[in-house]
């Protein structure tokens, strides 16, 4: 395998083309981007970028220097517009044909909008350089989906001193991801914080004056900023023939097809220690998957491994430092193991099935939640684990 | 190889002390610290991998 093309040049992309040297390929790497920026971390957008604490140069997932020692052919600023699965080629906006043998797609998500004009979104460094301009006392802020990144930059704004408002159609923010008790925590934080909370609205369209909601009223705001999920990147695969369901639908390698992964936002594959098909937009899921869909690209084929990662993530509101592992989405029931939620210092644990299927920690030590980590790997058995109170040993 | 730990950058995931439990730990806060700055070669892909995973692009190991 000579050539081998990424296409998409953010955590995941780049983790994969540094798996790649770090493996031995010594052929040419094709690393494409649609961003002019070299590969840059987006969890700080949301955070220190949007508070003004870090500037833009702080993102950069590489010092120069180790991007060089990567010798790649770094195509940025133009995005892939056609894949050919039989002839091999990547096609660019800018009409260049890159042929590959191994291909990685690591294209990630967009943000989903709302009819109308002038909203905010998001999801690259201009998007949230663009919002942090707006940022002021007094500002009157719109903040649609009270999900993890509207959250986040609810806390920044209101931090900031902007008047938040935070709009969610669920009753209970983040309920179907964290379950009612500890969404109803997190909701409250915002409330003792001045956040104007409106659960159980529906918006319709961003207006000049603000945004509409399902039953006719305008909610007016000098800025609108909306955080309704994402969607995966993949129309540019239309036609190609790879399957394209919620993302690159792919085996439990990262293969979408033969010599053709994918990683990061944009994957759908099937992972075994859970048993589920699963397409993760997480920070540390994108680095761990490009490594993977790198490794089996390059390994022969039964020297490859199931990518089989127990998902990470971490979200920052006020004071507040929310932690997590494993998968919490659809979990059938929850346990508070430690602490106590309404002082925002707890281990929550989830049920999923017969089995340990995650734990979420609010102000706790690392060691606290470490185990747990080890409880969903093994897949430990509730009822052993949580229900008999026999604690869970690091190990 | 020395290696290198910007600990202003840390978001606390712990990611590096799964990678490599002997050179990592974290604090209280959840923020990482070095059991050692120096790795040699049999620890060294294990750092590698923390680099990897390290979801604050935290870690580096020094050029000689």
């Given at each position: 395998?000579?050539?081998?093309?990424?296409?998409?040049?953010?955590?995941?992309?780049?983790?994969?083309?540094?798996?790649?040297?770090?493996?031995?390929?010594?052929?040419?790497?094709?690393?494409?981007?649609?961003?002019?920026?070299?590969?840059?971390?987006?969890?700080?957008?949301?955070?220190?970028?949007?508070?003004?604490?870090?500037?833009?140069?702080?993102?950069?997932?590489?010092?120069?220097?180790?991007?060089?020692?990567?010798?790649?052919?770094?195509?940025?600023?133009?995005?892939?517009?056609g894949l050919d699965l039989v002839a091999r080629t990547v096609r660019l906006a800018d009409g260049c044909e890159v042929?590959?043998?191994?291909?990685?797609?690591?294209?990630?998500?967009?943000?989903?909008?709302?009819?109308?004009?002038?909203?905010?979104?998001?999801?690259?460094?201009?998007?949230?350089?663009?919002?942090?301009?707006?940022?002021?006392?007094?500002?009157?802020?719109?903040?649609?989906?009270?999900?993890?990144?509207?959250?986040?930059?609810?806390?920044?704004?209101?931090?900031?001193?902007?008047?938040?408002?935070?709009?969610?159609?669920?009753?209970?923010?983040?309920?179907?991801?964290?379950?009612?008790?500890?969404?109803?925590?997190?909701?409250?934080?915002?409330?003792?914080?001045?956040?104007?909370?409106?659960?159980?609205?529906?918006?319709?369209?961003?207006?000049?004056?603000?945004?509409?909601?399902?039953?006719?009223?305008?909610?007016?705001?000098?800025?609108?900023?909306?955080?309704?999920?994402?969607?995966?990147?993949?129309?540019?695969?239309?036609?190609?023939?790879?399957?394209?369901?919620?993302?690159?639908?792919?085996?439990?390698?990262?293969?979408?097809?033969?010599?053709?992964?994918?990683?990061?936002?944009?994957?759908?594959?099937?992972?075994?220690?859970?048993?589920?098909?699963?397409?993760?937009?997480?920070?540390?899921?994108?680095?761990?998957?490009?490594?993977?869909?790198?490794?089996?690209?390059?390994?022969?084929?039964?020297?490859?491994?199931?990518?089989?990662?127990?998902?990470?993530?971490?979200?920052?509101?006020?004071?507040?430092?929310?932690?997590?592992?494993?998968?919490?989405?659809?979990?059938?029931?929850?346990?508070?193991?430690?602490?106590?939620?309404?002082?925002?210092?707890?281990?929550?644990?989830?049920?999923?099935?017969?089995?340990?299927?995650?734990?979420?920690?609010?102000?706790?030590?690392?060691?606290?939640?470490?185990?747990?980590?080890?409880?969903?790997?093994?897949?430990?058995?509730?009822?052993?684990?949580?229900?008999?109170?026999?604690?869970?040993?690091?190990? | 190889?020395?290696?290198?730990?910007?600990?202003?950058?840390?978001?606390?995931?712990?990611?590096?002390?799964?990678?490599?439990?002997?050179?990592?730990?974290?604090?209280?806060?959840?923020?990482?610290?070095?059991?050692?700055?120096?790795?040699?070669?049999?620890?060294?892909?294990?750092?590698?991998?923390?680099?990897?995973?390290?979801?604050?692009?935290?870690?580096?190991?020094?050029?000689?």
């Amino acid at each position: 395998m000579r050539r081998i093309v990424v296409v998409g040049a953010s955590a995941a992309g780049l983790a994969a083309a540094e798996t790649l040297r770090r493996e031995g390929h010594d052929g040419t790497i094709t690393l494409i981007g649609d961003e002019p920026e070299p590969p840059y971390d987006r969890p700080p957008l949301s955070k220190q970028i949007l508070a003004a604490e870090w500037q833009p140069d702080r993102l950069a997932l590489r010092v120069p220097a180790d991007l060089a020692a990567l010798d790649l052919d770094l195509r940025l600023g133009v995005a892939a517009t056609g894949l050919d699965l039989v002839a091999r080629t990547v096609r660019l906006a800018d009409g260049c044909e890159v042929p590959y043998d191994g291909l990685v797609i690591a294209t990630g998500v967009r943000p989903r909008r709302l009819p109308g004009e002038g909203a905010h979104v998001l999801r690259t460094l201009d998007d949230a350089l663009m919002l942090r301009e707006q940022l002021k006392p007094g500002l009157r802020l719109v903040v649609v989906g009270a999900g993890f990144l509207g959250a986040e930059a609810a806390a920044v704004a209101r931090r900031l001193g902007a008047q938040v408002t935070l709009l969610e159609p669920a009753a209970v923010p983040l309920a179907h991801a964290v379950g009612v008790e500890v969404g109803q925590m997190l909701a409250r934080a915002h409330v003792d914080q001045g956040v104007e909370l409106r659960c159980g609205v529906t918006v319709t369209e961003v207006t000049e004056d603000g945004v509409r909601l399902a039953d006719g009223e305008v909610v007016e705001a000098d800025e609108v900023l909306v955080a309704i999920g994402s969607l995966p990147n993949t129309e540019w695969l239309g036609g190609s023939g790879l399957a394209v369901g919620d993302g690159v639908v792919c085996d439990a390698y990262c293969e979408a097809a033969e010599n053709v992964y994918a990683a990061g936002d944009v994957a759908r594959w099937y992972n075994p220690l859970f048993g589920a098909s699963m397409r993760i937009e997480h920070r540390t899921n994108a680095a761990e998957q490009g490594m993977a869909a790198a490794r089996n690209l390059l390994a022969a084929p039964e020297a490859r491994k199931p990518f089989a990662p127990v998902p990470y993530f971490w979200s920052d509101q006020y004071d507040m430092k929310v932690q997590a592992y494993g998968f919490l989405r659809g979990h059938d029931e929850v346990a508070v193991v430690e602490g106590d939620v309404a002082e925002r210092r707890f281990v929550a644990v989830y049920r999923t099935g017969g089995r340990v299927g995650g734990a979420l920690a609010v102000g706790m030590p690392p060691k606290a939640i470490r185990g747990w980590r080890q409880a969903v790997v093994t897949g430990a058995a509730w009822h052993e684990t949580v229900r008999t109170d026999i604690p869970v040993v690091e190990a | 190889m020395k290696v290198e730990l910007e600990a202003d950058k840390c978001v606390a995931s712990g990611q590096c002390v799964v990678a490599a439990m002997d050179v990592f730990d974290q604090d209280d806060d959840g923020i990482a610290v070095l059991l050692t700055e120096e790795v040699g070669d049999d620890r060294l892909d294990d750092v590698k991998e923390a680099i990897a995973v390290c979801p604050a692009a935290a870690i580096r190991l020094a050029r000689p």
